[in-house]
């Protein structure tokens, strides 16, 4: 696999991931078009085998998530460093050597927007609540049940009452 890291054939297979679109740009029309992600799969593949002859499509797919993971990383250093308030002298330099050239992945990194737990039917804001909708409030008093030694049979009044001496 040493064959792989060479630097040269590195940035050739990253200059070709740029050109496959639909394997790293989640909004392309083909990245979620199985037989057209293989097809570029199989033409990275091809390319990878003259550096690594057992590959496969499985080791083409892993070093793609390997390359994006890595530099997310690296952005992920680099936009910290910039939220700490740093000078421009103090701003993390990455020192990953082919992060410029997989910049083209950066707006790929973006966190996706999170899904509410929350259903939406629920009011947002207290004031929409109604009465009658949610129940008493907190702050009313709810009327606790009394309960008289009629109410309760025979058995569970000798079991309160033995409770009661101990």
Known sequence: MKQFKDPEFMGQFIDR???????????????????????????????????????????????????????????????????????????????LWYYNRIQFMEDQMEARESLSTILSSLPSTP?????????????EEVEEPSWSQEDLSQDDALECGTQEEA
Do not use: H
């Open 127 to 139: 004031a929409e609540v109604s009465e009658n909708q949610l129940g008493p409030s907190i702050l």
């Open 17 to 95: 991931c740029r050109d496959m679109r639909n394997l790293w740009e989640v909004k392309n029309p083909l990245y979620c078009n199985k037989p057209a992600r293989k097809a570029s799969l199989e033409k990275l593949l091809q390319f990878v085998k003259t550096q690594v002859p057992d590959a496969d499509i499985e080791f083409v797919e892993k070093k793609i998530g390997s390359l994006r993971s890595t530099y997310r990383k690296e952005l992920n250093k680099v936009q910290a460093s910039m939220r700490s308030g740093a000078v421009a002298e103090n701003v993390y330099v990455p020192s």
